[in-house]
């Protein structure tokens, strides 16, 4: 029965391991001074190595003798974990056995003694624990047998409990860097015979992501397509239902120089040839980005572009792409909606025919003070020009009179009332009635409404 390449070309050594130097120095570190941990989280994407490790780190630490830090597969214990006839190494699927009944059972057959040196439980994709079951589980991390060896490995390290990471030895995976996966995919497929291009080779590194399982997966699908042939990189957008660069560098041409008809042909050409239009506008916007690197490092102008221009339109196309993704019927209508919009915004700035840089400041607004020459207006802009000098008699009419009027006569409350109520008016015929008059009054009112 065929083996698939990413379970075949499995590392089954530390020194097989491409990528993760800081983890491996490490545990072999931990083997050779004896300073073997009860408990370690393994947490990184899917495909960088996470499970090979744990699997390399259980046979290492059971070796009869191991070689600095490594496992000399050649002992008892090395061959029986190879061919997974131990009893010493157990993996769990989490995902399928997440409840309290599971951890119970684990906490349970964790008493009985290894056959070898420890007894390695491998737990795949741990955050898939339930709340209880991840409780259960506290009390045997902390205090666990001598024996025992807890290796956890997630993709999402966020969703387990602080009190889970607070008793284990974290490990965080990196992706792949794209120069050692190259140089890793040329020597695997020197090895099976594969003939590959190496513009295919450097595109499908590229679309993976850093992940070794998924180059691996899809440089298979290429072998078994295109068999004792070479691998183009024709071939290979055909199989992954990709777009050659030069389709983007004329959907960006035709962006820039609002050529919404050129624009619409190229999506439709996509769709003739059955091309997802998710990946088509992620692959876009990525495009987008490679572009704006090459301007900022170049320090010039790429088809009329600047970096801010470019910038908004990977944000436009960026928003866009979420839409793009969840639509149920391919996501065609979003993509030339996005497209339209983009040309309908009137960006004069993206046009290669009149090309403007953003960072051009802006005109300032005209002065507050220009609008009172339409004074000049008969007719129309009278009323308001004799209602502007209104304010003026406000500190005029208020404040200076009491300065110069003599100081106001002493009030008799009896005799002003029947004064008033008999004359209407102060007993110095004040017109009109002095402050305190005005008091008095505002009293008698006041009094009356009582009554």
Not at 168 to 182: A, E, G, S, T
């Given at each position: ?11 089954k ?12 120095k490490?545990?072999?570190?931990s083997?050779?001074?004896q ?5 370690y989280l ?9 499970t090979s490790?744990?699997k ?5 630490v059971?070796c009869?003798s191991?070689?600095?830090g490594?496992?000399c597969?050649?002992c008892?214990?090395c061959?029986d974990i190879?061919?997974g006839?131990?009893?010493d190494?157990?993996e769990i699927d ?8 599971n951890?119970r ?7 009985y ?13 741990v955050?898939?624990?339930s ?7 506290l009390?045997?991390l902390?205090?666990?047998?001598a024996?025992i060896?807890?290796?956890?490995a997630?993709t999402?390290?966020?969703?387990i409990?602080a009190?889970i990471?607070?008793?284990?030895m974290?490990?965080?995976?990196y992706r792949?860097p794209q120069?050692l996966m ?8 020197a090895e099976?015979?594969i003939k ?13 992501d850093?992940?070794?399982r998924?180059v691996?997966?899809l440089?298979d ?13 024709a ?6 239902g990709?777009?050659?660069r030069e389709?983007?560098?004329?959907m960006?041409?035709?962006?820039a120089n609002a ?10 050409e996509a769709?003739?040839k059955?091309?997802n239009?998710?990946?088509f506008?992620e692959?876009f ?8 690197i090459d301007?900022?490092t170049?320090?010039a102008?790429l088809?009329?572009l600047?970096t801010p221009?470019?910038?908004k339109?990977i944000?436009?196309f ?7 993704k ?6 065609r209508?979003i993509?030339?909606?996005a497209c339209?919009?983009w040309?309908?915004?009137g960006?004069p700035?993206?046009?290669s025919?009149?090309?403007?840089p ?7 607004p ?6 009172t ?5 008969p007719?129309?802009?009278?009323p ?5 000098p209104q304010p ?5 009419a208020?404040?200076?009179k009491?300065q110069?009027?003599?100081p106001a006569?002493p009030i008799?409350a ?10 209407g ?8 009635p002095?402050?305190?008059?005005e ?7 006041h ?5």
């Amino acid at each position: 029965m065929y083996t698939a390449l990413y379970r075949k070309l499995r590392p089954k050594a530390f020194k097989d391991v491409w990528g993760q130097e800081h983890i491996v120095k490490t545990l072999q570190n931990s083997i050779i001074n004896q300073r073997i941990s009860h408990a370690y989280l393994f947490c990184g994407i899917r495909g960088t190595g996470k499970t090979s490790c744990a699997k390399i780190f259980a046979k290492a630490v059971n070796c009869e003798s191991p070689i600095e830090g490594e496992a000399c597969c050649t002992c008892q214990s090395c061959l029986d974990i190879a061919r997974g006839a131990s009893m010493d190494v157990i993996e769990i699927d989490a995902a399928s056995n997440n409840g309290v009944d599971n951890i119970r059972d684990l906490r349970e057959e964790i008493k009985y003694p290894p056959q070898g040196k420890y007894k390695v439980y491998i737990v795949d994709e741990v955050h898939m624990l339930s709340t209880g079951a991840f409780n259960a589980l506290l009390k045997t991390l902390e205090e666990p047998p001598a024996h025992i060896i807890f290796i956890l490995a997630t993709t999402d390290p966020q969703k387990i409990p602080a009190t889970i990471h607070s008793r284990v030895m974290r490990f965080d995976f990196y992706r792949v860097p794209q120069n050692l996966m190259i140089e890793a995919l040329r020597q695997y497929t020197a090895e099976e015979g594969i003939k590959i291009a190496d513009d295919a080779l450097e595109y499908i590194v590229q679309i993976s992501d850093g992940s070794m399982r998924d180059v691996l997966s899809l440089l298979d699908r290429l072998a078994g397509l295109y068999f004792e042939e070479e691998i183009t990189l024709a071939g290979t957008l055909e199989v992954t239902g990709s777009v050659d660069r030069e389709i983007f560098g004329r959907m960006l041409s035709a962006l820039a120089n609002a050529d919404a008809a050129t624009a619409l042909d190229i999506i439709d050409e996509a769709s003739t040839k059955g091309r997802n239009f998710s990946q088509f506008a992620e692959e876009f916007v990525a495009y987008l980005r490679q572009v704006m690197i090459d301007i900022t490092t170049a320090s010039a102008q790429l088809e009329g572009l600047t970096t801010p221009e470019i910038i908004k339109m990977i944000g436009h196309f960026a928003s866009s792409l979420r839409n793009i993704k969840q639509a149920s019927s391919g996501g065609r209508l979003i993509l030339e909606i996005a497209c339209l919009e983009w040309i309908s915004m009137g960006q004069p700035a993206l046009s290669s025919r009149h090309v403007e840089p953003l960072t051009k400041p802006l005109p300032l607004p005209k002065p507050v003070s220009e609008p009172t020459k339409a004074v000049d207006v008969p007719a129309v802009d009278a009323p308001p020009a004799t209602k502007e000098p209104q304010p003026a008699p406000q500190p005029v009419a208020v404040e200076p009179k009491p300065q110069e009027a003599p100081p106001a006569p002493p009030i008799d409350a009896d005799s002003d009332w029947r004064h008033f109520a008999k004359y209407g008016t102060g007993k110095n015929g004040d017109t009109p009635p002095n402050p305190d008059f005005e008091r008095l009054q505002s009293m008698i009112n006041h009094n009356i409404k009582k009554l």
